[in-house]
């Protein structure tokens, strides 16, 4: 794991920007070794703050504790993990391989207690807030809603002409949005199950979503070279943050208007003099 670089947050608004001041932060730099192969997602404990878990083609997931840096627990899996989650009750850790099977394992025992095989390619896996559906984005343009834990299909939604990627729930548990290969962001009422509206300012295929803290802003990136901030109840753009090369993933801050992002500068691909695997942090007005 690289240092993440902190660079000075920029502010725009309807076509104005300043620079503050570099961000005074202490960063501290921790290795977590243990997997044989590369590590294609990670997600935080919901609310133990110390706990992490990794998903890897080793066919293992590893939980980490950040105070000792050590790997806790280490589960044996079938296959070449790609995705996981953690359930809202942080009972259960949910990961998914690239032969589209997902198992939900145990977080304490660290046995598994079910697993499903989907005749579908399955993209991003997440529970929705209240932790009694399980939701799959997959390969077809559609969103597969379980019961859970029965694990009994309820629906299937055709979300988007085209591969369905990404899936994130607002934290207001109101909405849950959408990023597909079509370019399109869709936002859904969650007791409905209906799109309420589309974000289409984007060109390419939607990698990565978050919904700020208070679930008003909604920020979807791309290979496009700006990330888009919106607001969630009219669609409207907010801010468009510039960057230099394409973004893999953004996650707003849990309490404040400060977004997170990582992009596609290694190697100096984009942009030699930048350091590769830097985080970037944008920070909005303190009155937006």
Same mark, same amino acid.
Not at 106 to 116: L, N
Not at 166 to 179: E, L, N, V
């Given at each position: ?80 993990? *790609?995705? %996981?989650?953690?359930? @809202?009750? &942080?009972?259960?850790? =949910?990961? !998914?391989?690239? #032969?589209?099977? $997902? ?61 369905? *990627?990404? %899936?994130?729930?607002? @934290?207001? &548990?109101?909405?849950? =949005?959408? !990023?597909?290969? #079509?370019?399109? $962001? ?67 801050? @849990?309490?404040?208007?400060?977004? =997170?992002?990582?992009?596609? #500068? ?23």
């Amino acid at each position: 794991m690289r240092r993440a670089g902190m660079r000075g947050r920029s502010w725009s608004r309807a076509g104005h920007s300043l620079t503050s001041p570099a961000l005074s932060l202490q960063v501290k730099e921790n290795n977590y070794r243990g997997h044989g192969d590369s590590v294609d997602q990670l997600c935080w404990h919901p609310s133990n703050p110390d706990l992490f878990v990794t998903a890897s083609g080793d066919k293992t997931i590893r939980i980490w504790d950040v105070r000792t840096t050590k790997c806790i627990a280490t589960v044996n899996t079938k296959g070449e993990n *790609i995705n %996981i989650c953690w359930s @809202p009750d &942080g009972q259960t850790i =949910a990961v !998914g391989n690239k #032969d589209d099977v $997902v198992t939900f394992i145990d977080a304490k025992t660290h046995r598994s207690k079910a697993e499903e095989q989907f005749k579908f390619e399955v993209n991003e896996i997440s529970w929705n807030n209240d932790n009694n559906m399980f939701f799959l984005t997959n390969g077809n343009g559609c969103i597969n809603i379980l019961s859970y834990p029965e694990l009994k299909p309820i629906q299937s939604i055709n979300a988007h002409p085209s591969n369905c *990627i990404c %899936i994130k729930f607002d @934290p207001m &548990g109101k909405y849950f =949005a959408t !990023g597909s290969a #079509d370019a399109l $962001v869709s936002l859904w009422d969650v007791d409905e199950l209906v799109c309420v509206r589309c974000f289409s300012r984007l060109d390419w295929p939607v990698r990565t979503l978050s919904f700020s803290h208070d679930g008003k802003m909604l920020a979807s990136a791309s290979e496009d070279h700006f990330i888009d901030i919106a607001e969630v109840e009219t669609g409207e753009k907010l801010w468009e943050v510039q960057c230099e090369s394409p973004t893999f993933t953004v996650a707003w801050h @849990p309490k404040r208007p400060l977004l =997170a992002f990582a992009c596609d #500068d290694k190697d100096g691909k984009y942009d030699s003099s930048r350091e590769a695997g830097t985080v970037k942090l944008f920070g909005l007005p303190n009155d937006s």
